[in-house]
């Protein structure tokens, strides 16, 4: 088991470095989604940054997926899909001053999310809710700017595409 476990976590270190075979956005220069989207071609990613109603000072950032097209659509998608940057407001070319890394020596679930979206219905994804709570002292206050990346697939098998998205400003108390 513990054999099982090891290799899983080397597995999923590695895929984190795989190389992009393709960029749609802003260039990733943070640590890249380990899991992926399969996502039909009617189906439009957008980012979000929204507060969270239920957790006070806590944002939610992460993928919108809106099927633009006239009937269902199917996506799939993995935990760990959604990779998240914050930089600090005068600079991305140092990288990100946080993202959503996993800490050492802890896998990603390997589940599989399976969702059917109605014409112009939205799907909303999360990748890292964000604040105190979560993010504690490692970065000073103040507002961040917010990118998040997705892996793009159209068919089971295949890297696919890396997709990055501005996601706004992120105020820290």
């Known amino acids: 088991m513990r ?3 090891t290799l899983l976590i080397a597995i999923l270190s590695l895929s984190s470095c795989q190389s992009v075979t393709g960029v749609a956005g802003a ?3 943070g640590v890249l989604p380990l899991g992926s989207f399969q996502l039909p071609d009617k189906i439009a990613v957008t980012a979000f940054n929204l507060p969270t109603l239920s957790l006070p000072q806590q944002t939610s950032v992460g993928v919108r997926l809106t099927n633009t097209g006239s009937s269902p659509a199917i996506v799939e998608h993995g935990a760990c ?9 005068d600079t991305t070319a140092d990288g990100p001053a946080w993202q959503n890394v996993l800490p050492p020596q802890t896998a990603c679930i390997a589940i599989l999310y399976r969702r059917t979206i109605a014409p112009q219905e939205s799907y909303d994804v999360t990748g890292a809710m964000l604040g105190a709570r979560t993010i504690g002292d490692s970065l000073p ?10 892996r793009r697939r159209a ?5 696919g595409e890396v997709v990055v998205l501005d996601a706004g400003t992120v105020a820290l108390p």
């Open 141 to 150: 206050a103040g507002s961040y700017l917010a990118r998040v990346a997705i």
């Open 3 to 5: 054999t099982a476990a």
């Open 27 to 29: 260039v990733p220069n």
């Open 155 to 159: 068919a089971p098998s295949g890297e």
């Open 81 to 89: 899909s959604v990779s998240v940057w914050l930089y600090r407001r």
